[in-house]
């Protein structure tokens, strides 16, 4: 039998607080797949403070509907509402400036949970 070994790792935690922050793309998401079927992390970095340069993240259902959390940042990026047959695609949306939200996770670390547009930010 082999043994098994993992390398311990740490990330860096952005404090609870608000932020400037430009959206730096999406990826597929299948770590917690299994409970909630599959998502997307959306990625953002911290453009000020002592945190400018640090990524922060939002894990999102893929669903975009009325009133998912993917639905919620997107709007926000594309500046309002979408309509029922418009097509995202999130790479639309890299580079757009805004104001994040961190809050802390419950296992200490931090996720985005809410995007405001800056003017101009797209």
């Given at each position: 039998?082999?043994?098994?070994?993992?390398?311990?790792?740490?990330?860096?935690v952005?404090?609870?607080?608000?932020?400037?922050?430009?959206?730096?793309?999406?990826?597929?998401?299948?770590?917690?797949?299994?409970?909630?079927?599959?998502?997307?992390?959306?990625?953002?970095?911290?453009?000020?403070?002592?945190?400018?340069?640090?990524?922060v993240?939002?894990?999102?259902?893929?669903?975009?509907?009325?009133?998912?959390?993917?639905?919620?940042?997107?709007?926000?990026?594309?500046?309002?509402?979408?309509?029922?047959?418009?097509?995202?695609?999130?790479?639309?949306?890299?580079?757009?400036?805004?104001s994040?939200?961190?809050?802390?996770?419950?296992?200490?670390?931090?996720?985005?949970?809410?995007?405001?547009?800056?003017?101009?930010?797209?």
């Amino acid at each position: 039998m082999s043994e098994l070994q993992f390398e311990y790792v740490e990330f860096d935690v952005v404090p609870p607080g608000k932020y400037s922050a430009v959206f730096q793309g999406a990826e597929d998401w299948d770590d917690n797949g299994n409970d909630y079927g599959p998502a997307v992390r959306l990625n953002f970095l911290v453009m000020n403070g002592d945190h400018d340069g640090k990524m922060v993240t939002a894990i999102c259902s893929k669903k975009l509907t009325r009133a998912s959390k993917l639905t919620k940042f997107v709007s926000a990026m594309n500046g309002g509402p979408f309509r029922p047959g418009d097509i995202v695609r999130l790479d639309d949306y890299l580079g757009t400036n805004g104001s994040i939200v961190v809050e802390a996770t419950q296992n200490g670390g931090s996720k985005v949970t809410d995007f405001v547009l800056s003017n101009g930010g797209h």
